[in-house]
T-cell receptor, first 113, second 111 residues
Framework: GENVEQHPSTLSVQEGDSAVIKCTYS??????FPWYKQELGKGSQLIID?????GEKKDQRIAVTLNKTAKHFSLHITETQPEDSAVYFC????????????FGTGTRLKVLA | DAGVTQSPTHLIKTRGQQVTLRCSPK?????VSWYQQALGQGPQFIFQ???????QRGNFPDRFSGHQFPNYSSELNVNALLLGDSALYLC??????????FGPGTRLTVL
C-alpha cells in the first residue's frame, strides 16, 4: 500500500551545522513531494517542494533532492539556526488523479545554540 | 491576507458525543482537505472537498463526515466519538490540485 518512511525521528545538531532528513516512498507513480515544518500553535508551513521531473531544488538554506529510481527524497538544511527547531514532515502524493498527501512520521529537529 | 483558520483551537468531549470542527480556507482557495494527526504520527488523510462535494476519501469510517459551503469553508463532523479519535485535526486548503496550505489545527480530546 501507499507508505512514506521518514528518518531519523529525532535529530540534534549544533547551530551552524547541517541537518539532513530522509524519506522513502512506496508508490513509484508519486509525482509531488512537499516538506512541512510544524511548530506548536503555528500550524504546518510548506517550506519547500519538488516535482518528479526535477532532481534537486534549492531555496536559500533549504534544499530537497529526489532520487526517483531509489524512491527516496531528502531535505537538507544548511547553517542551521535555533529557529529551525521544529518537527519536519515529508509527504508524497500517490498516482495522479488522487489528491491526498501521504505523510511520513515526522522528524523532531533540535538546533543547539 | 489571512491564511487557513480553524475553530475551535481545543475541544474536550466524552465518548459517544458528536463534534463539529470548522475551517476557513486561505483567500482564493476552493478546495479543503482534512487530516487527522495522532500524537507522534504524521497526518492521515480523511477526505477532500471541492465544489461542495467529497472528491476523495481516506480510510476512515462513516462516523467521519464533512461539508463544504458555497464560500468554500468546511466542517468536519465526527459522530459516536471514541477514545481513539483524540488527535489534532488539520485542515488544508488549496486551489484545485495545487499545493496544500495547513491551518493550525484543532486539538480534540475524548475522555
Amino acid at each position: 500500500g501507499e507508505n512514506v518512511e521518514q528518518h531519523p525521528s529525532t535529530l540534534s545538531v549544533q547551530e551552524g551545522d547541517s541537518a539532513v532528513i530522509k524519506c522513502t516512498y512506496s508508490d513509484s507513480a508519486s509525482n509531488y513531494f512537499p516538506w512541512y515544518k510544524q511548530e506548536l500553535g503555528k500550524g504546518s508551513q510548506l517550506i519547500i517542494d519538488i516535482r518528479s521531473n526535477v532532481g534537486e531544488k534549492k531555496d536559500q538554506r533549504i534544499a530537497v533532492t529526489l532520487n526517483k529510481t531509489a524512491k527516496h527524497f531528502s531535505l537538507h538544511i544548511t547553517e542551521t539556526q535555533p529557529e529551525d527547531s521544529a518537527v519536519y514532515f515529508c509527504a508524497a502524493t500517490p498516482a495522479s488523479g488522487t489528491y491526498k498527501y501521504i505523510f511520513g512520521t515526522g522528524t523532531r529537529l533540535k538546533v543547539l545554540a | 491576507d489571512a491564511g487557513v483558520t480553524q475553530s475551535p483551537t481545543h475541544l474536550i468531549k466524552t465518548r459517544g458525543q458528536q463534534v463539529t470542527l470548522r475551517c476557513s480556507p486561505k483567500s482564493g482557495h476552493d478546495t479543503v482537505s482534512w487530516y487527522q494527526q495522532a500524537l507522534g504520527q504524521g497526518p492521515q488523510f480523511i477526505f477532500q472537498y471541492y465544489e461542495e462535494e467529497e472528491r476523495q476519501r481516506g480510510n476512515f469510517p462513516d462516523r467521519f463526515s464533512g461539508h463544504q459551503f458555497p464560500n468554500y469553508s468546511s466542517e468536519l463532523n465526527v459522530n459516536a466519538l471514541l477514545l481513539g479519535d483524540s488527535a489534532l485535526y488539520l485542515c488544508a486548503s488549496s486551489l484545485f490540485n495545487s499545493e496544500q496550505f495547513f491551518g493550525p489545527g484543532t486539538r480534540l480530546t475524548v475522555l
